[in-house]
């Protein structure tokens, strides 16, 4: 006869009740202003946790804790938390909640009060991003982060659930534009979910997607990120044109345009939205010779 041990209790999140009585607490109402929507459902927290494969070693950003839910479940999860946070109300209180609720890994967490779209350095440097972005600067928040961090390695975002399917978005589809290019520069990402409304407070009005990336080298190329990024955004500004006519104020003209699309091997008459981040590259490097 052989026994097995039982699983192990998962360790209490906070709900409903201890969000509202935090909040309570320090006089705080989710603003819209900051995208404040937070988490009351320790079930859904355990679910962002597991789908972002955190390794027990990692040290994990998280942008955004507000009143904790995420951070304790990532504490539990990870090495180190290092969480960024503009309000200073909710930066000031979060270290007391976690050694309220996870007193033995109080010390495991650094919290920075700065706007996640300036930060430039941390404490540590992190290897994952996991964090439930404000809608309103999701996807520049994980641009910025991965522009300059890149000790970042992997992640996993929860945003407005729209915006999840422009970030994964592939060449040809409906949704793809600069958040899907732009993203891919750095990332593989993927649609690793969605998540209803009634898990937040203040239930906000349309589903959150979550949404996992991993880094990846960006494409080959002699042309700087920003040289890169500047083709893209004017081949989206005007998106329904062909490339040719699209790209024409960046060129200095559509003839010029259609010489540096030739070069790099694009149909000057295609349009933006169905080329990939690797063709941005090589018609960002095709104008290089000449302005050189």
């Known amino acids: 006869m052989t026994s097995t041990d039982p699983s192990p209790t998962p360790l209490p999140l906070l709900g ?3 969000i509202r009585r935090l909040a309570e607490e320090i006089g705080v109402r989710p603003t819209k202003t900051l995208g404040q929507n937070f988490v009351i459902d320790g079930n859904t927290i355990r679910r962002i946790v597991a789908a972002a494969n955190v390794d027990p070693g990692e040290t994990v950003l998280e942008v955004g804790p507000g009143l904790g839910s995420l951070t304790l479940g990532l504490l539990d999860a990870a090495a180190r938390v290092v969480a960024v946070e503009i309000d200073p109300v909710l930066a000031a209180k979060l270290p007391s909640t976690v050694a309220a609720f996870r007193p033995e890994l109080a010390g495991n967490l650094d919290v920075v009060l700065s706007d996640a779209m300036r930060v430039t350095e941390l404490p540590a440097e992190p290897t994952a991003l996991v964090a439930n972005l ?3 600067v999701a996807v520049p928040v994980v641009l910025h982060l991965l522009e300059h961090f890149p000790s970042l390695k992997h992640g996993l975002v929860m945003v407005q659930d729209e915006v999840a399917d422009r970030m994964v978005a592939g060449p040809g589809s409906k949704t793809y534009g600069v958040p899907s290019v732009k993203g891919a520069w750095y990332s593989q990402m993927r649609k690793a979910g969605v998540i209803g409304m009634n898990v937040f407070w203040p239930a906000p009005k349309i589903s959150s997607g979550l949404v996992g990336f991993v880094r990846h080298e960006p494409p080959v190329t002699r042309a700087s990120r920003e040289q890169v990024f500047a083709v893209i ?3 989206f500004a005007q998106r329904r044109k062909t490339l040719r006519a699209a790209l024409a104020g960046w060129a200095g003209g559509a003839a010029e345009a259609e010489k540096y699309l ?3 091997g694009v149909d000057p008459s ?20 000449f302005t050189a």
């Open 16 to 18: 409903a009740t201890e």
């Open 134 to 136: 404000p809608y309103n």
């Open 233 to 235: 955004d004017a081949a």
């Open 262 to 264: 030739r070069e790099a």
């Open 270 to 289: 295609a349009r933006g939205e169905v080329i990939d981040v690797a063709a941005y590259a090589r018609i960002a490097e095709a104008k290089l010779p």
